[in-house]
C-alpha cells in the first residue's frame, strides 16, 4: 500500500511538473498580450506612447485592470484543476494496471491448472501425481515414513460408456470421484491417471490390519449402486496396492509394482491385492518389465514388423502395418499385447511411440528409396494421440524423412476421441493438413462413433478383426462387416477388413466391396528382411479370385 501511494504521488508529481511549464508559457503569452494591448490603447488614445500616458491609460480604463488579472486567475485555475485530473488519471491508470495484473495472475493459474488436472473430475492427472509421489517418496526418506500407493480401476467401466454413452459414463466416474473424497484424508492426494483409473498416495504405518482397513473403505463406496439416468448401476472396482519403501524406493518401481497388484487384483475374487515379489514371477504379461522396456528403447532393443495391405479391387500390396516388439533378452520374443498395456499405463508409451515413428519412418525413406511404394500404418495409443505436442512432433519429421506424407497412415482407435472429441478433432485436422492421413482402427468395437464419423477428417476404417475372422460362421459378425463396409462408402472412406485368414473370407469381403485386406490369410507380420523376400513373389497377390 505504501510503495502504491508512492507511484501515485511520484506520477502525479510528472504531470504537475508539465502542468506548470505550460501554466508559465501561457501566463507569458497572456502577459504580452495585455502589455501589448495597454500599449496600442495608449497609442489610439494620446497619439504617443510615454511613462506617463502608459500610467493614464491604466489609471482611466478599468477593463484594463481586469485583463491584467486574468493570465494570474487563469493560470492558478488551470493548476488546480490540471492538479486534480492529474491525480485521478494516475489513480486510474493504477486501478487498471492493478486488474490487469490480476487478470494475469488468474489466467496464469488456470492454465497452469488445466496442465496438471483432469477436465472431467477436476483432480489431479497423471503428470502432477508423479510429481506429489516423487515429494512425498523425499519426505518420506526423510522422516523415514511409509506411504501407500493404491490404484484403482473400475469393471466394465467400457461397456458402461458403450451402452449408456459417455455422458453417463462422465457422470459415473464424477460420483465414483465424489465418494472417494469422502473416503480420503485432506492430506491424501487421489488423481485420475487413466479413463477409469484412479490412484490414491497417502502417507501411512504399512500394517497390514492398516492397509486392510483402507481397501475396506474403499470397497465400501461401490456397495450402494450409482444412479445414471433412469438406472442404478452396480460397479466394481479392482485395487492394486505398492507400499513405499517396502516394495520400492523410487517413484517408477511404486507405481510399476501397484500395477502389477491391479493386474492381479483383476484376476481375484478378493478384487485387491498388495504387491508381493510372487506376483512378478506368477505375472502371464511380466508387468514387471517396466524399466526394462525404458532401457529397450533407448538401446533399440524394439524391432518393427510389418503386415502387408492388399488392395481388392487391383489385387496389388499397396502398404504394410507396422507392429513393434521387443526382443527381451531373457523373455525371448514380445508382441505388443504383452508390454503396450503397461505402456500406456505408466507413460512410457510416449517414447515408445516416438521409437515407432521415427523407425517407422525411416524404413518407409528406404523402401521409397528402393523405389518400393508401399503406404505405412502406424498405431497410435489414445494417450500418444491425445498429446498436444504429437502433430509439431510428426510434422517435424516429416522434414526429416524424405516420403511423401500421403504414404503414411496413422491409425488410432475410437477411444481416442472419446474423452476430449473437440481435441481428437483439432490433432487430426493439424496432421490431415500436412497430407497425413488417418484410419480409425479396431472399428465396430468402440464407442458409437456413427454421429462423428461424418465429421471427422479421416480417410479409411479398419473394420475389427473379431467380426471379420468369424463372419462366414457368425451371422451377426457378417451383418455387422457389410453395414461397416455401407457405411464407410456412403462417408467415400475406404474400408480396410484385419483378421482375414482364409480364401474363403477373402472371397466374401470382395463380394461386399471391401477395400483393402489385412491378415494371416495373405501374411504375418514379417521383419523388414523377410517381408523383401516375400513382396516379389506376391506382386499379383493370389488373393481374391472370384469363384
Ligand atoms: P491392431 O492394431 O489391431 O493390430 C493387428 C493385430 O492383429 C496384430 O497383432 C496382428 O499381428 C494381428 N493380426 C493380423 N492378422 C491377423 C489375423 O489374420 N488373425 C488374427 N487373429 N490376428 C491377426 P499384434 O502385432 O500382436 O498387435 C496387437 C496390438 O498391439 C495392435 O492391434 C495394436 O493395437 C498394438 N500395437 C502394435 N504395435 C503398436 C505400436 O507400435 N504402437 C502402439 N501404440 N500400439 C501398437
Ligand atoms: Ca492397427
Ligand atoms: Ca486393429
Redesign the pocket.
Same mark, same amino acid.
Given at each position: 500500500m505504501d510503495t502504491l501511494s508512492k507511484t501515485l504521488n511520484h506520477n502525479v508529481k510528472i504531470m504537475k511538473s508539465s502542468v506548470t511549464k505550460h501554466a508559465i508559457y501561457g501566463t507569458l503569452i497572456a502577459v504580452t498580450a495585455i502589455i501589448f494591448a495597454t500599449l496600442l490603447s495608449c497609442y489610439f488614445h494620446y497619439g504617443e506612447i510615454s511613462l506617463f500616458n502608459l500610467m493614464e491609460t491604466q489609471k482611466n480604463n478599468i477593463t484594463l485592470w481586469v485583463l491584467d488579472a486574468m493570465p494570474f486567475i487563469f493560470a492558478f485555475w488551470g493548476q488546480y484543476t490540471s492538479s486534480i485530473m492529474a491525480y485521478e488519471a494516475s489513480a486510474i491508470i493504477m486501478d487498471q494496471t492493478a486488474d490487469l495484473k490480476n487478470l494475469n495472475v488468474a489466467l496464469e493459474y488456470k492454465a497452469a491448472h488445466e496442465a496438471t488436472h483432469d477436465a472431467i473430475t477436476a483432480l489431479p492427472n497423471r503428470l502432477l501425481l508423479m510429481d506429489r509421489l516423487e515429494q512425498a517418496i523425499q519426505s518420506a526418506l526423510r522422516q523415514k515414513a511409509s506411504l501407500a500407493f493404491f490404484i484403482l480401476d473400475i469393471d466394465g467401466f467400457k461397456e458402461i460408456n458403450d451402452t449408456l454413452g459417455h455422458y453417463s459414463g462422465d457422470r459415473l466416474l464424477k460420483q465414483v470421484v465424489t465418494r472417494l473424497q469422502g473416503t480420503i484424508r485432506k492430506s491424501d492426494t487421489l488423481a485420475r491417471v487413466g479413463a477409469d483409473e484412479f490412484a490414491i498416495l497417502m502417507q501411512v504405518e504399512p500394517s497390514k490390519k492398516n492397509i486392510m482397513h483402507i481397501v475396506r473403505k474403499v470397497q465400501k463406496i461401490f456397495i450402494e449402486p450409482f444412479p445414471l439416468e433412469t438406472l442404478a448401476i452396480e460397479v466394481q472396482a479392482s485395487i492394486g496396492i505398492a507400499i513405499f519403501p517396502n516394495h520400492g524406493k523410487e517413484m517408477d518401481t511404486i507405481m510399476q509394482r501397484a500395477n502389477v497388484a491391479l493386474y492381479a487384483a483383476k484376476q481375484d475374487s478378493k478384487k485387491y491385492t498388495i504387491y508381493s515379489k510372487q506376483l512378478d514371477q506368477n505375472s502371464p504379461h511380466r508387468l514387471t518389465m517396466m524399466g526394462e522396456l525404458r532401457q529397450a528403447i533407448k538401446n533399440d532393443e524394439l524391432i518393427l514388423y510389418f503386415?502387408p495391405k492388399v488392395n481388392l479391387h487391383t489385387q496389388k500390396v499397396i502398404g504394410v502395418?507396422?507392429?513393434?516388439r521387443w526382443e527381451h533378452p531373457e523373455h525371448g520374443f514380445m508382441?505388443?499385447?504383452e508390454f503396450?498395456p503397461m505402456a500406456e499405463r505408466t507413460g512410457l508409451?510416449t517414447p515408445l511411440?516416438i521409437w @515407432?515413428l521415427n523407425h517407422a519412418l525411416a524404413q518407409a525413406e528406404e523402401w521409397h528409396r528402393q523405389n518400393i511404394k508401399l503406404s505405412i500404418a502406424?498405431?497410435?495409443?489414445p494417450v500418444?494421440f491425445l498429446d498436444t505436442e504429437l502433430p509439431n512432433l510428426i510434422i517435424g519429421m516429416l522434414s526429416l524423412y524424405n516420403i511423401p506424407p500421403n504414404y503414411i497412415i496413422l491409425?488410432i482407435t475410437e477411444s481416442s476421441m472419446i474423452n476430449d472429441p473437440s481435441l481428437a478433432m483439432e490433432i487430426m485436422k493439424r496432421l490431415t493438413n500436412s497430407g497425413i492421413k488417418i484410419s480409425i482402427?479396431?472399428f465396430g468395437t468402440g464407442y458409437s462413433s456413427l454421429a462423428y464419423l461424418r465429421e471427422l477428417p479421416t480417410s479409411e476404417v479398419k473394420i475389427d478383426?473379431s467380426f471379420v475372422?468369424d463372419m462366414l460362421k457368425k451371422d451377426n459378425d457378417a451383418v455387422i462387416v457389410q453395414a461397416i463396409i455401407d457405411l464407410g462408402h456412403n462417408l467415400s472412406l475406404n474400408v480396410v477388413a484385419?483378421? @482375414?485368414?482364409d480364401k474363403e473370407t477373402a472371397i466374401q469381403l470382395k463380394k461386399l466391396g471391401c477395400d483393402v485386406l489385412?491378415?494371416?490369410?495373405i501374411s504375418k507380420?514379417k521383419p523388414n528382411d523377410e517381408l523383401l523376400k516375400w513382396l516379389p513373389k506376391k506382386k499379383n497377390a493370389r488373393v481374391v479370385k472370384q469363384n
Open positions: 503386415q502395418e507396422a507392429l513393434v508382441t505388443p499385447d503396450i508409451i511411440s @515407432v502406424i498405431n497410435l495409443s500418444t491409425e482402427d479396431d478383426k475372422t484385419e483378421g @482375414v485368414e489385412q491378415g494371416y490369410y507380420p
